[in-house]
């Protein structure tokens, strides 16, 4: 019996009983207005907005007495799976997606054995190939009609609506009624405080113009007025009119 064991040890390496494993992940990196990130995982967290980070990770173990595996990652557009749209052949792979869709990421790998040939392959014929999915939703922006640059926490600055996602160009401008400009800005995160040279501007109307394009492609082209009331108050208001929307 002794000899046997010694002879089963001798054909196949103590090293080859445990096989190698990899357990392919993904999570979004999602920055926030106040600069913080987020981390989400990508499994069940549903459709995010573009501009859109992606973090794939192999997750690998088992690795001891093999060779180096061979990582390839392929993403597609679930549309048009033929159409290769990434292919890296990294461990881990960061990508920044900036078009709407249903993507695929597949992790396929290469185990080799010590002296270079090859010991098997994930995903084999019928093993689970843990493909990871996800998707860019469509773009969506829009603007409240005014607001109240008073100070009192409800809509003191002209932003976009929340909801507002997968805007990958964006530049805003507000202009009097004379055509001169008094500010704009160039992120989703920045904002009009009412203010020109210092100083709230007078109450009346205003001309917003923005230019903004979205991961699907859409073009947002807004020539709008724009009440600015700074005597609005919330709790006072009985008519029902727009002038902030951003709750």
Known sequence: MTRYITLLLLIFPLYAWAQPLVEPSGEYLVENEDGTVDTIDISGAGAQSAPLKVILKAN?????????????????????????????TEEN????????????????????????????????????????????????????NGFSPNKDGWNDVLKPKDGYQSIVD???????????????WDNLSGSWD?????????????????????ADGRIFKYRKTISVISGYNKEEDNTGTDTGGNE
């Open 60 to 88: 690998p173990s088992g690795l001891e007495g093999y060779g180096q595996p061979r990582y390839e990652w392929k993403i597609w557009n679930d549309d048009d799976p033929s159409n290769i749209l990434i292919y890296r």
């Open 194 to 214: 009412g203010t020109y040279k210092g100083k709230v501007v007078k109450d009346g109307v205003y001309f917003l113009v923005v230019n903004a394009k979205g």
């Open 170 to 184: 964006f530049h805003a401008a507000v202009f009097n009624r004379w055509g001169n400009k008094l500010y704009s």
């Open 93 to 144: 792979v960061e990508h920044t997606f900036t078009t709407s869709g249903s993507f695929t990421a597949q992790l396929y790998v290469t185990f080799y054995n010590a002296d270079g040939s090859i010991y098997y392959e994930f995903p084999e014929e019928g093993e689970d190939p843990q493909a990871i999915h996800f998707s860019i939703s469509e773009s969506i922006l829009d603007f409240p």
